[in-house]
């Protein structure tokens, strides 16, 4: 076979991925040295003027800090604060300052950036031989968890704290000790004090950990930040640690970490992998659940983020955090922003992870001599003699002659028992008070479960190469400018065949395998005696023989941000602007192939098989085509004026905004527009009291003039009860921190699909039908074009709108070690934007109207807890997330119901109509007799319900209940609202983590409630054994567990077997029979890893190592058992699978 250009397999591969991780590399490496490179100290560009008489040198430092970005370290004891002095500066640097500031006296300092180091000069005086040889030298490093130096960190000796030292830029101490006997006592500000025995080393390095309840921590949200104790909104966040997992998506790893978030995961196809998630559950019957996500504060997907890029990750809930965001807010907001550079010298981080997968559950099938037995079984329950006689099912049983007889596991023929991931990412930090920069590139390769075509000519298998590039910088222009440059790439390069996966996995479930060979044993392309329809292929053909494609899809995502500091105007007053570009492109390579097929039947007398021919076809694979191209870029502008100042006690801040974004299709001629205001202000009172109102007044073009701006407000309060100062210190000892908030306000919604522009009419020309004098042919009464109108004008459609509450509280116990964030949240959503379904057609109208028509109320609470506790060097950690929801529709677009139990009114979003399966039918039930061919036939007793659902009706079929007691089962026997809905109710998550001397353990489970699965989702195929008949069907190994003559049982699987649909109509409408709890609990993680030693990290010049192995969807306990309970009613399991994985990963900084 020859090759074909650069489509060639071998080409594509190498070439390809080579040259374009050459690039990659060589611009990573150049940008990140010449920013490592780039210096500069703010020291010499801050400047003070200070005329100073009288005041303390206390006064002095803290009037230092306050107008500046320094910090001033110095240990008890090493300086007179309270030393008056006098300072005269103009326009100085902080240096001169010192100067004059510890002149005469025995002081130094040392300036790094930002840190100023107050010490003790060394005197002169040598102490004596005696006074050495008493004295012990202890020396070490501080550092934090992640391996990174402090500098000005104390190190005293507890009760004595006039013996110490404090940390120097390397993070480096040094102290004299009177004896090892002693305890050393290592703090920071911001951190715990660790409490560390001497006993005789004289080399110790520590590691602080954050203080959870000491830092002033600064969290993200709409449009800004805010300090963690004055957020009002109902918010959650996760640690970026959290959210790695060896997938190409980051959604994947969502489930049960984030309260408030329910996510599920339906298929592990690469590619195709993205889970669904939804904030507080689903509040709308009419599609448009998903969440606003920002990634950086533009709007954008986050799927194909690396988790290494990722600094914060947090999910707004209530309105109060929302409302800004006016008519994307209603279904939440998703906050994600990515690391930027620190000041700090160059840090490298490299991490590489090799992942193999195999899938958690697949179908398993009978073979051919079972299947042919049970569909002779069902023949004989449908009244009709055996199709296969027991001499030829001996032939299959035996495997007589594997071509003519064949027993073909398609599961084994198209999928690999494993599969292979690699990731590798590149990521350089740092800078100074000037530039700072974060640079990151990575590259991830996956491939799927499918088997490569046996002689190479083309890929099979789906497989994914994905480049990701990252640059963040932030520029100090002048002392009141900043400017950040962000720039972000994603190169994916996508293989599969040239039939697609559903269709593929589709037919490995309904083709049976007596059929014929995957191939000829002599290498003979097979099939079916006759390809009567779609459903007759050989699965191996739709793999290995049509083709392949490729997809390239490129993602550039640019922004420029500049903030503007406008103290000249008035303190705290700043203007911020953002402009963002991004562009999107896909396109789609086809091979397609179609080799002759043929049908063995028989053997000549030398033995050689006989084949006719099915199919003809062409024996080479044809010329690449482009099948599809799309491109679509998008323009985001945001400016704001901000304002943030503290009088005393007071802390206020405002924001206005303006916000306007367009997205252009290269398939539709006019961009998407929307635009908008913003505004929030808020005002703490003693760290005690706080209050914050937002709003959002957005514009929408899918509404006509004076319905098209909508205006959202919200308003929260909190209440840091623990801070007043009548709060109990009994009570504080348990109970250290109790925030209490609550918020209420408005959010909309817009969406509408692909529909634009609802408020004007549409019309078609061309639309012939009817006649009008000669025509337009020139003949008499010829047929003329006319026009039609085809949607109506909806000129009074308007906003979508959701009215929120939100009541909750935060909560610390002994001294934080144990944190509790609660919420109760309760909205109600109207004005619902749908198609009406009962406007008759006779009405006049070609196509449903919109309308603003429903509404649906949604409640429940979520809640987080945190632990942390240790025991000597173990530390240990907890955490834990619960979310519950749950919906009711209020008002929908429905008839007036014979019977109330059939309403959607009163019900759940995505409940199931349902049948109530009573029991299997008996013998008893029915009048016996005995055809032609000597079986029995059944007439029902006539004071039994009369079924009316087709089929054949026999012992062993299900019996439903007559609900409206009229002697009919037919459609008014079914029941809405049995079960609960297929999108979980519940979602949980929780786990331990444990760290002794460098090594680690976590655990995590996640789990989901109060939802259903319908087996068989809504289709039959695979699942009802002979769906399509005896050609077309396949036979799972569960359905062994059937109803039969000898085994007349009610507590089977599956009723009574018959030969085809049309006979088991009766048993397979959607009924409580094939209804299954589809609650389950996944053990979603475990890691195993190892911290190498400080000590040995400096002898090799690097800054940290681990080394880490972790597994990944592990188990499942669940009630389903025949496929992967996440999947939902996903075709019952006719989709790809999810992946139970295992990877290997090291991670080290230098």
């Known amino acids: 076979m020859n090759n074909h250009g650069i489509f060639s397999p071998d080409r594509t591969k190498v070439r390809t991925l080579l040259s374009i991780k050459s690039i990659f590399l060589f611009l990573l490496f150049t940008f990140a040295f010449e920013m490592a490179y780039a210096s500069s100290v703010y020291s010499q560009t801050k400047v003070f003027t200070m005329q100073s008489a009288e005041k303390t040198v206390l006064q002095v430092f803290k009037e230092i800090e306050k107008n500046s970005e320094f910090i001033i370290f110095y240990r008890d004891g090493v300086i007179d604060l309270n030393r008056k002095v006098s300072v005269n500066v103009v326009n100085q640097s902080v240096d001169k300052i010192l100067e004059q500031l510890l002149a005469h006296t025995d002081n130094g300092f040392t300036i790094k950036d930002r840190q100023i180091i107050i010490y003790k000069k060394e005197t002169s005086a040598t102490p004596s031989v005696s006074q050495q040889k008493n004295k012990i030298k202890v020396t070490g490093v501080v550092t934090d968890a992640k391996g990174e130096s402090i500098i000005g960190a104390n190190v005293v000796v507890k009760g004595n704290p006039t013996i110490g030292a404090i940390t120097n830029m390397e993070g480096r101490y040094e102290v004299m000790l009177p004896s090892d006997d002693v305890i050393l006592l290592v703090s920071y500000l911001g951190y715990n004090t660790e409490e560390i025995k001497v006993k005789g080393r004289r080399n110790i390095n520590v590691v602080l ?10 969290v993200i949200v709409g449009y800004g930040k805010q300090k963690k104790e004055s957020v009002v909104v109902s918010m959650s966040s996760i640690k970026p640690k959290d959210i790695v997992v060896p997938s190409r998506s980051l959604n994947n790893s969502l489930a049960g970490q984030v309260a408030g978030l329910i996510a599920v ?8 992998d993205n889970a669904e998630f939804w ?21 954008r997907n986050m799927s194909d983020i690396e988790p290494d890029e990722i600094e914060t990750f947090s999910v707004l809930k209530d309105a109060a955090a929302t409302a800004i965001y006016g008519a994307e807010g209603a279904n939440g907001v998703v906050l994600v922003t990515t690391k930027r550079g620190r000041v700090e010298k160059a840090k490298i981080s490299f991490k590489t992870e ?17 299947y042919l037995s049970l569909y002779n079984e069902a023949l004989r329950n449908d009244g009709e003699g055996p199709q296969f006689s027991d001499e030829l099912i001996a032939h299959y049983r035996n495997n007589d002659d594997p071509d003519l007889y064949p027993n073909t596991n398609w599961i084994d023929e198209l999928l690999r028992k494993n599969t292979f991931s690699h990731r590798y990412t590149l990521n350089v930090r740092g800078g100074t008070e000037k530039a700072k920069y974060f640079v990151s590139g990575a590259y991830y390769n996956e491939s799927g479960l499918f088997k490569n075509r046996p002689n190479g000519i083309y890929d099979t298998n789906i497989g994914i190469d994905r480049f990701n590039l990252r640059s963040n910088i932030d520029m100090a222009v002048s002392s009141t400018t900043t400017v950040g440059v962000d720039l972000a790439m994603q190169y994916l390069i996508n293989n599969y065949p040239g039939t697609g996966t559903s269709t593929i996995f589709r037919s490995m479930l309904i083709t049976p395998p007596y059929a014929f060979p995957a191939v000829y044993s002599d290498g003979t392309v097979a099939t079916y005696a006759q390809e009567r329809d779609a459903n007759m292929r050989n699965p191996y053909n739709l793999l290995m023989n049509s083709g392949y494609a490729k997809e390239y899809r490129t993602g550039i995502q640019s922004k420029v941000n500049v903030n503007q500091k406008l103290d000249f105007i008035t303190k705290g007053l700043s203007a911020n602007l953002n402009v963002s570009y991004d562009y999107d492109s896909e396109m789609i390579i086809r091979r397609e192939y179609n080799p002759t097929r043929y049908h063995a039947t028989g053997r000549d007398e030398l033995g050689q098989l006989i084949f006719s021919t099915v199919v003809s076809g062409n024996p080479d694979i044809q010329d690449p085509k482009n099948s599809a191209t799309s491109a679509t870029k998008k323009i985001y502008i945001d400016a704001s004026i901000n304002y943030k100042r503290t009088f005393g006690k007071h802390d206020v801040g405002a924001m206005l905004l303006y916000m306007q974004k367009e997205t ?7 961009p998407f527009r929307k635009q908008g205001f913003v505004g929030r202000a808020t005002y703490g009172y003693d760290g005690r009291y706080f209050i914050e109102g937002n709003f959002g007044y957005t514009g929408s073009e899918a509404f006509a003039e004076g319905n098209r701006f909508g205006f959202f407000p919200a308003i929260g309060a909190a209440y840091y009860l623990s801070n007043e100062s009548f709060y109990p210190e009994a009570i504080k000892k348990v109970v250290n921190k109790l925030k209490l908030r609550a918020s209420v306000g408005r959010t909309g919604n ?22 009008q004098g000669i025509g337009d042919t020139g003949g008499t009464n010829g047929i003329g074009n006319g026009i039609v109108e085809g949607r109506f004008a909806a000129p009074y459609l308007a906003w979508e709108i959701e009215d929120k509450q939100n009541y909750g509280f935060d909560l610390g116990l002994f001294d934080n070690r144990i944190d509790i964030i609660f919420d109760y949240f309760r909205s109600e959503r109207r004005d619902i934007l749908l198609q009406r379904r009962t406007v008759p057609q006779l009405g006049g109208l070609r196509q449903d109207p919109w309308q603003n028509f429903g509404k649906v109320r949604n409640q429940g609470i979520d809640m987080s807890m945190n632990l942390n506790q240790q025991i000597g060097k173990l530390k240990l950690s907890a955490r834990g997330t619960f979310t519950f929801t749950r919906n009711k529709i209020l008002e929908y677009d429905e008839l007036p119901q014979k019977y109330g139990y059939q309403a959607v009114t009163g019900t759940r979003v995505s409940e199931n109509t ?47 209940v007559d609900v409206n007691g009229d002697g009919v089962i037919d459609s008014y026997d079914q029941v809405r609202g049995v079960g609960n809905p297929s999108t979980p109710e519940i979602i949980y998550g ?25 087996l068989g989702g809504a289709t039959s195929e695979g699942w009802y054994p002979f769906s399509w008949g005896v050609d077309q069907s396949n036979y799972r190994t569960f359905a062994l567990d059937r109803w039969t003559e000898n085994n007349p049982s009610q507590d089977v699987i599956i009723p009574r077997l018959h030969k085809n649909n049309a006979n088991n109509a009766n048993n397979r409408v959607a009924s409580t029979w094939w209804l299954r709890n589809g609650s389950f609990l996944r053990l979603k993680n475990i890691e195993f890893g190892y911290q190498l030693p400080k000590k040995f990290m400096d002898k090799i010049g690097f800054e940290a190592a681990r080394i880490y192995i972790m597994g990944y969807n592990l188990a499942v306990w669940d009630d389903i058992k025949y496929f992967d309970p996440e999947a939902g009613n996903a075709n019952a399991g006719l989709n790809y699978p999810l992946p139970r994985t295992f990877t290997l990963g090291l991670d080290f900084t230098f």
């Open 750 to 771: 817009d969406k509408t699909g692909q529909e634009r522009f609802l408020y004007r009419p549409t019309f078609t020309t061309n639309a012939g039908g009817f006649t």
């Open 990 to 1014: 929780f786990g331990l983590n444990a760290e002794y001397k460098g090594f680690y353990a976590s655990i995590f489970f996640q789990g989901a409630g109060n939802t259903s699965v319908l």
């Open 354 to 370: 090799h992942t193999i997968s195999s899938p958690t559950r697949l179908p398993e099938f009978v073979g051919s001599a079972d």
């Open 265 to 272: 995961q339906r298929s592990g196809e690469p590619g195709y």
């Open 279 to 299: 904030i507080r559950g689903v509040s709308t019957f009419a599609g448009g659940t998903s969440p606003l996500v920002l990634v950086d504060g533009v709007p």
């Open 914 to 960: 349902l049948y109530i399966a009573d029991r299997l039918y008996t013998e008893d039930d029915f009048i016996v007799s005995t055809n032609a061919n000597g079986l029995k036939t059944y007439k029902l007793r006539s004071e039994l319900p009369r079924p009316t659902l087709g089929g054949l009706i026999g012992p062993g079929d299900i019996k439903y």
């Open 664 to 670: 252009q299709q290269h398939n539709v001629p006019l």
């Open 209 to 218: 950990h954050e203080d959870s309840k000491a830092l002033d921590e600064v």
